[in-house]
């Protein structure tokens, strides 16, 4: 397969050329967050707070490490089911979120989003945890210390391998695949 | 009568665990591997190869396979000839969890229902345990992720649906998870018994190996029939597309009460992760 290398911060034109199925190698910096540290980020917003990080232009991994063993930067380091973090989602791409990653479905809201801000929804694959280890080079917790594999940290990734699932002209490569294939 | 002394079970089952959740066992690898071959889908064809190469640098860096390190859960099978000393059997299998979780540097996945704390150490580990003849314990460990034990179900169904009841059931279960229980997915499925029963035996459909059919024809036939289905729906792996959706359906089946057809269908990742010892 074709892979086409990216680069954090992504701007609108990074988001467009990106199209669902394609497979990319991710490079830069993303911050991980998944069920509880979303809560907080919406805590936050809604007593007037900052966010731990600046969103804009950012992505979000949706991804709960299991503990680094001793040498390592980090342990297995697989994604969880997105589709728990739809209901947070489009407001933080509204605030100029460009990518997350995860693995599973969206809903519509958040594929809505994507196509109104341009962003889009990255699938990493589930239960490779120790090939997606391999692709982070840096880690530094950033918030929510006490969440434990929750926490949000801010992960440097060389290569990540990641499939484009929702790009932001509506495509969806979970559609598209099924339809394919079903016989 | 035997002695066995809690102390070679609490460290058998430490070593079990990390075992299982750092090296894919071959029967899995050799699945996967064949899978590649059988995937029409050239994105499909590329997860696999990913799985692949995550299991070999899992078992070279001693890196869990997965993230997700999943619920304890074991079979025990305890010999009625046995005397276990030194303290209790199930808190011994609680110890050994404890210290695979901690010092295999596993993922702590345990936690309160509503609260959502951490019980910190993976206890309480889930355990099921037969009495059967012999002086020996046999232990399976099974560390279960979320992500697929999500998409299980337990169905009281009607007599009169039959095997097209049951293979509906399935079907829907599968097509419900789509990629979010991590195919290519290996489908447990129990039938009969009674509630509870149902359920247990779709758990222990998993612990089959990949390729072994169920020893009476017609329910060969029938987990066949059903692994046809369920390959065909497109799914594939990672739900990206393909003609791999599972890996194999394995069912397990009891009589059952006259006025009922209990059926639960068990869902397992690609990540299938079991390893056994006799004690």
Redesign the interface.
Known sequence: ?EIKRIQTPLDDSAIEKLKA?E?VFLNGFIFTARD?AHKRFFEALDKGEELPFDMRNQIIYY???????PG?VI????P??S?RMDAYAPRLIALGLKGMIG???RSQAVKDSLKQHKAVYF?A??????????CIVSSEIVAYEDL??EGVVKLGVKDL?L?V?NDMYGND??E???????? | MREIHTDSIVSAVENLFIDANINLSQGVFDALSQAIEKEESPVGKEVIRELINNANIAKAERMPICQDTGLAVTFVEVGQDVHVVGGGLAEAIAEGVRRAYKNGYLRKSCCDPFSRKNTGDNTPPIIHTHIVPGDRIKIVALPKGGGSENYGEVRMLVPSQGKEGVKAFVLDMVTKGGPNPCPPIIVGVGIGGNFETSALLSKEALMVPIDQRNPDPATAAFELEMLDAINRTGIGPQGYGGTMTALDVHIKMLPCHIASLPAAVNIQCHAHRIKEVVI
């Open positions: 397969m199925g497979k509880s991804c709960g490490p299991s503990p680094a063993p390592k342990g297995s380091c697989g969880t089911t589709g693995k599973g479905k699938g694959t589930g239960g490779a945890g120790a090939l997606l280890a391999k434990g594999p391998p499939f699932i490569l979970y598209a695949g099924i339809g394919k294939y079903r016989r």
